[in-house]
Nanobody, 123 residues
Framework: QVQLAESGGGSVQTGGSLRLSCIAS????????MAWFRQTPGKEREGVALMNRSGFTNYADSTKGRFTISRDSVKNTLYLQMSSLNPEDTATYYC?????????????????WGQGTQVTVSA
């Protein structure tokens, strides 16, 4: 059974950094395209970074140049390195996976989700 578990969230001040981790179990992460999404109360889930099965990456305009998505195939772990954080980055962050070849920005395309980890950025 496919399972995802995020960790690494916390509270930081504006300009700070955090690294989120998403450990995958029940399958090999390189066989799946994966993504990081975030959500705040009352809003739809928003994609922040994508990684195709091939390793190709893409970023939302709001995170480009500040966030880096990466994968450790040996540890079966997906990462999101976040820097230059600002209060608008405050959200619950989720990792997601699909067996499609290409990751997309549509949350509905991902059947597998972690439980989420909270990131809070104070001014």
């Amino acid at each position: 059974q496919v399972q995802l578990a995020e960790s690494g969230g916390g509270s930081v001040q504006t300009g700070g950094s955090l690294r989120l981790s998403c450990i995958a179990s029940g399958w090999t992460s390189t066989q799946y395209s994966m993504a990081w999404f975030r959500q705040t109360p009352g809003k739809e889930r928003e994609g922040v970074a994508l990684m195709n099965r091939s390793g190709f990456t893409n970023y939302a305009d709001s995170t480009k140049g500040r966030f880096t998505i990466s994968r450790d195939s040996v540890k079966n772990t997906l990462y999101l390195q976040m820097s230059s954080l600002n209060p608008e980055d405050t959200a619950t962050y989720y990792c997601a996976a699909t067996n499609r070849a290409f990751a997309t920005w549509a949350a509905d395309n991902y059947p597998y989700w972690g439980q989420g980890t909270q990131v809070t950025v104070s001014a």
